[in-house]
């Protein structure tokens, strides 16, 4: 069962391996848009147009490997339940617009869950690629190189001013997004990424929660993209980003540093009192949740909690989301139940570490 | 002080651009600073059709004479010929229809990318392989160019006789494998 296997873990494969910097990137991204050239896009096109793009995806890439990226599995989207949409969502294997998607759209995902290209999204094609830690310039050339297998069978739409024509025009030109996802608990902490945002804005680069586009930042995880992909080179925008999180870091460090130095206590008592809800709590909100789960997550990065692994933020964070939540009770839950089983698989995990 | 675009009406918008680091002072009138696709654009609360409405209103207020209505009235009756958008709807939901809506709608499409872009309309990056085969290639040849100026400049003429060689493999092969 292909789905299932999706289905049943919170946590990605190739999110087991530790990057670069991984005390504070949670993980890097590149998404490219690309399109048929002799296709309307998918707002405004016709339904059996659609219908044989996905079709040739399943004929030309289904239990196709490249590389790392083994046995290409194709999720369609109207096989899918509610339920199982959000959770490939939660996961970040799909995107919101794709799940509430109208004709023929689907995913083609890697065993590893580092790949996923979406098909008939906003554009026909959206080719993303995870990494963990702190490695887009590895993402970068990843990426490449599977829209270079792609192309290999498709003709693209592309213009010699425009580059890659997009249905947005904030995606034409490079189509490329990168983000990366970072764990910024102590300048959030000391508020001194409200004041950071601006600058970093002024870069052509965008600060988002957790969730992209309009969702806040939950747990102190932030997501840096850029916004602009015309006039620019995806390396140079690549460049930009990269310059912005490593600053990010070291503030984000020298914060921590001076945290522990001026109010080491009150912060060891923060943490442990966000470790002893997560161990005791039997309802849980997601939001204090979040909070809990980066103060535990940012102990364990100091030293002060030496038994849970590191990977826990990462984990719990997409394991008490509501999809996930649904999907593992196998019905649908009000919300005061899912707070219910949140507490309670935070603690049967938090055991699992002892 | 008069508006550094059109050196006619007074300026009124003034501000400071800063992209990649290279500020730059800008003082403009405000029709010029519309048209220019200076004007901020806010994200919240006025998306992206918002803009290209904007704009489309701006260019009829601008230019408002009697003889250009006509005109506009015209334009907005565009039809992209493969997907059937219109000018209308497209400023309606701010997305393309297809790849030939682009060209469709090109005469109208520069301050819209450059107000999302921050003033680029070019596309600087990735070149499709096998569908922009001629493409790359001039564009290689115009690296090669640049970095040959820069070496003889340098005058370090061993590097630069190797990049002539490049130039020359790459002008001479009309075949399609990469250099060297």
């Not at chain 1, 799909?94 to 869950?113: F, M, R, V, W």
């Not at chain 1, 790949?115 to 094609?125: F, G, K, L, R």
């Not at chain 1, 006039?231 to 522990?260: F, N, S, Y």
């Amino acid at each position: 069962m292909t789905l299932q296997h999706f289905m049943k873990e919170a946590i990605s494969p190739w999110m087991r391996d530790e990057g670069p910097d991984s005390d504070i990137v949670l993980s890097s991204r590149i998404r490219l848009a690309r399109n048929f050239s002799d296709i309307s896009f998918p707002l405004a096109g016709n339904k059996e147009k659609l219908q044989e793009i996905r079709q040739f995806f399943q004929n030309k890439y289904e239990h196709e490997s490249f590389q790392d990226y083994e046995d290409f599995a194709l999720l369609s989207m109207e096989d899918l339940t509610a339920v199982e949409k959000r959770v490939l969502v939660e996961k970040h294997l799909i995107s919101p617009h794709l799940a509430k998607n109208q004709h023929a759209g689907a995913a083609l995902i890697s065993q590893n869950e580092q790949v996923s290209i979406m098909v008939n999204e906003e554009d026909h094609i959206r080719l993303q690629l995870y990494f963990p830690g702190f490695q887009l310039t590895e993402a970068l050339e990843k990426a490449f190189e599977l829209d270079d297998w792609l192309e290999e069978k498709i003709d693209y739409a592309f213009d010699e001013t425009r580059g890659y024509l997009t249905s947005c025009p904030t995606n034409v030109g490079t189509g490329m997004r990168a983000s990366v996802m970072m764990h910024l608990p102590a300048l959030a902490m000391t508020k001194q990424i409200n004041r950071m945002i601006p600058s970093i804005n002024q870069l052509g680069l965008v600060v988002r929660g957790i969730y992209g586009e309009g969702s806040e930042a939950r747990g102190s995880i932030f997501q840096i993209s850029n916004q602009i992909t015309l006039g620019i080179t995806e390396e140079d925008i690549i460049g930009d980003l990269r310059g912005v999180v490593k600053q990010l870091i070291e503030h984000e460090r020298k914060a921590r540093t001076r945290l522990m130095e001026q109010s080491g206590k009150q912060l060891e008592d923060r943490i442990h009192r966000s470790y002893g809800v997560l161990e005791h709590s039997r309802i849980i909100e997601s939001k204090e949740a979040a909070i809990c789960l980066s103060n535990v997550r940012l102990g364990i990065d100091l030293g002060m909690i030496e038994q849970v692994s590191r990977n826990i933020l990462n984990e719990l964070v997409i394991l008490t989301q509501p999809g996930f939540l649904q999907q593992y009770a196998e019905k649908t839950l009000s919300a005061s139940e899912r707070d219910e089983l949140r507490a309670t698989l935070i603690r049967e995990r938090l055991q699992l570490e002892k | 002080m008069e508006c550094q675009d059109c050196h006619k009406r007074p300026a009124t918008v003034h501000f400071s651009q800063s992209i990649n680091g290279n500020k730059t002072e800008i003082h403009v009138c405000e029709v010029c600073a519309k048209e220019n696709g200076y004007m901020p654009y806010q994200e919240e609360g006025y998306g992206l059709h918002h803009l290209i409405t904007d704009l489309f209103n701006i260019d009829s207020a601008i230019t408002g004479a009697q003889g250009s209505k006509q005109q506009f009235k015209q334009i907005q009756e565009t039809k992209c010929p493969q997907c059937g958008m219109g000018l209308s709807e497209f400023k309606r939901i701010g997305k393309f229809g297809c790849a030939s809506c682009y060209e469709t709608f090109s005469s109208r499409l520069d301050p819209i990318f450059r107000r999302v872009h921050s003033g680029n309309t070019k596309h600087f990056g990735k070149i499709p392989k096998r569908r922009g085969g001629d493409l790359r290639k001039r564009k290689e040849l115009d690296a090669y160019k640049e970095e040959l100026d820069r070496l003889i400049k340098e005058e370090a003429f061993e590097e630069a006789a190797e990049v002539r060689d490049k130039i020359k493999a790459l002008k001479g092969g009309s075949e399609t494998g990469e250099k060297e």
